[in-house]
């Protein structure tokens, strides 16, 4: 573990040995990364579960096909998939409803879980969510159709954060390497193929179906997201009846990263109001 944070425990989920990290006691928060390459849950929340670990039991998963988590050879990958392994992973765990904390593509997951699988589902955050329809974005075009180099890795976290001095040498070849563990760029190269507008499509959680979440949902979008609309997060906010936004002015898409004090208490704080 000291080595290799980014491995943690393992557990069956769907019949998919998974990789995750948890920490922590009290009512479970699920939080579920984002699609970019070389991506784990140790990655997106690194930040993250040591301010949520004192007040919930936090797990974090690696989704089947990224990080550590098994890539079967056959398997298809589709929303309906990662929602499935979602819920499974709730079910290896005996848990029968979480709080979802969801990242760019994981924001679509976590919403798409809520719409389809209500019940399982308390409170829901959704950061430089997808789930909803625009057209692809340059940066998420290259980031979707990563080829893995020290070069490359680093324009793409050029795209990813709006204070490009985050972006450093050290953590693009970090990056790169996790990009280049055995399997991860097969798997990763088959999930959004071109023409990569069709993923984005695939994710999209209806209008109808939004309006009908009763979730307590917080949106958390950078005002300068190059990859996923802040349009996105206003289209969410005009649809689900309980929600709240918050825009992080001179952020790009890691809120995460770049506002990592200020977004953790606000998390904290909308997770601990939850009445669940």
């Not at 298809?76 to 593509?105: C, K, Q």
């Not at 979730?215 to 990859?227: E, F, K, N, S, Y």
Request: aromatic share 10%; proline share 7%; charged share 15%.
């Amino acid at each position: 573990m000291t080595q290799r944070p980014e491995i943690g425990q393992s557990i069956l989920a769907n019949g998919i040995n998974t990789n995750y990290l948890a920490a922590g006691d009290g009512a479970p928060v699920v939080l579920v990364h984002g699609s970019g390459p070389g991506v784990t849950a140790y990655s997106n929340w690194r930040l993250t579960i040591p301010a949520l670990e004192p007040h919930f039991r936090v797990y974090a998963p690696d989704m089947v096909g990224f990080g550590f988590t098994e890539r079967p050879a056959d398997i298809e990958y589709s929303m309906t998939r990662w929602v499935d392994h979602l819920v499974g992973f709730l079910d290896a765990h005996d848990i029968p409803r979480a709080h979802l904390v969801g990242n760019s593509f994981g924001g679509g997951l976590a919403l798409r879980t809520a719409a389809t699988h209500p019940e399982r589902v308390g409170d829901l955050v959704l950061m430089g969510s997808v789930g909803v329809p625009f057209t692809l974005t340059p940066g998420l075009d290259a980031i979707w159709g990563y080829e893995p180099s020290v070069a490359n890795m680093r324009t793409l976290l050029d795209i990813f954060a709006y204070t490009k001095t985050m972006a450093t040498d050290e953590l693009a070849e970090l990056r790169y390497r996790a990009s280049i563990e055995p399997g991860v760029q097969e798997a990763f190269s088959s999930m959004f193929p071109a023409p990569r507008q069709t993923s984005i499509d695939a994710m999209i959680t209806p209008d109808d179906q939004l309006r009908e979440l009763p979730h307590r949902t917080l949106l958390i979008h950078g005002q300068q997201d190059a990859v996923i609309p802040v349009a996105c997060a206003h289209h969410l906010f005009s649809q689900i009846p309980n929600a709240q936004l918050h825009i992080f002015g001179k952020c790009g898409h890691w809120t995460q990263i770049e506002y990592t004090a200020e977004f953790n208490a606000l998390l904290n704080s909308f997770l601990t109001g939850s009445a669940s």
